[in-house]
């Protein structure tokens, strides 16, 4: 789950002004990096100080980070407005300067989906219009940013269509006894004229998740990068693919006769390959590299239990970089058999360290395990030479529903990472489990991995702490991350993890 300055049933502007252009996509960019550093009217000094300037409704939680971008609006000139998903299905667009609608567009229904409208949209200049970019359920969909009217929309599976259709139901999603669990829970983004989009099973007994790249102009196909092969399959430039997934077949997609027959297109199709990607890529312009981090794949020797025997296919729970193309370029990953659904599931953040005698290029982000790992971008330890990271620290037990959830925020002027950590087996409040495991806000030496300081006894806060699903933001001196239970945002020191305002 991805909360940031967000309230269960509606969205807040407290004071303050975050550059907007850094805003556009989940974590502030490419580099999902979620420091803002142009933020210069809120500081530790005033802080304190802040409060709520508007807020704005809508239907249902709202799980993913809002994002800010200056449009074009008929009538109304430039103007600055919020975008967020809504678990109403709703897609909102609110004016920044009051919170009042500007336009709100409905999503189709997933009914058999866990986590449907858990993203983030993407603001992408696309031939000179903006364009809003958006997964909710099985459905990616391009809208017009100025008016919210849909410009096309690619499905990642057969479109959940109605039982008993064709004597079968390869499409039936039904929350009960549903076969079909696609779903976006990745937030996309924008290279060079192609979206990339991340889709997810949710770690179900039927499903195989994957990567796609999608024409940012029209929608159709471009590449799907199938994690459990390590095969790319590439349409026909004649080829207008708007459905695809890595397991349905040719009728239930409606493919093109012959089309998975096409080299890459001919990967495996088991209906429990894993592949799941439930976090955001990061994207390199100069390496022309996606970054991604995978979910996990239980597995086991039983045949009665559609699981794949062990190891894990060779791309989950790894991190791994793909070329603008989707051609595999590396892959490493913690461990080979986990059944303890360790998964990746933050956004990896892009940064670089001084390690070794050298500034080195990194990818970091961290796992349910409740290590951070730090890459370099091209694979390669070029200290050890081998494809191995220059460091990794743990900082909790972690577990299923414990470690690092989320993305961290990334200072490379201050050196510093910031990440929230999960609850684990713990539950804060319920007299009836143990605490969250303690502590749950994190700093680290960007260069070394060591640990800064957390919110601890030893640094004056006595436990428990409470836990946290959601990603950290940071702005000079200052980190932001929310609570669970309860809708609470947390700003604290960044140099001592005080807590300076909640």
Known sequence: MRQNLAFPDGVAVLSGDLEPSRQRSLAGGPRRQAFYGDESIITPANVANLGVRWTHAAGGAITGSPVVADVEVPGEGVIRVVYFLAWDRNVYAVRFIDGSLLWKTPTDEQPNATFPTATTVDVADVDGRDVVFVGSGEVFYALE???????????????????????????????????????????????????????????????KGGMYGLDARDGRMRWFFDLESGMTCRPDPTDVIRQYDPYHGEAALNLPAGFLTKPGCDHPRNRNGCGNIWSSPAVDFEREA????????????????????????????????????????????????????????????????????????????????????VLDRDGTNQVTGLVEPYWQTKVVPGGDIGGILATASVDEGDRRIYFSTAAGDGVVNDPGRKPAQQPTLHALDMDSGAILWQNDAANGFPPPQLASFGPTSASPGLVYFNQVPLAVLRIHDAATGAELKR
């Open 145 to 207: 940013a100025a008016t919210g009217t849909e410009d096309w929309r690619f499905t990642v599976g057969t479109g959940c269509g109605t039982l008993g259709v064709g004597g079968s139901f390869p499409g039936f999603c039904n929350r009960f006894i549903g076969d079909e669990r696609n779903e976006i829970e990745g937030s996309a983004f924008v290279a060079n004229g192609t979206v990339f989009v991340t889709m997810d099973v949710n770690d179900k007994a039927v499903g």
């Open 290 to 373: 996606i970054y991604l981090a995978s979910s996990n794949c239980d597995t086991d020797f039983d045949a009665g239990t559609g699981e794949p025997e062990p190891p894990m296919p060779p791309y989950d729970e790894a991190i791994f970089a793909l070329s603008f193309d989707g051609d595999p370029v590396w892959v490493w990953r913690p461990r080979e058999i986990d059944n303890a659904d360790l998964a990746f599931g933050g956004a990896p953040n892009l940064f670089e360290i001084n390690f070794g005698g050298a500034m080195r290029q990194v990818v970091g982000v961290g796992n349910k395990d409740g290590s951070y790992y």
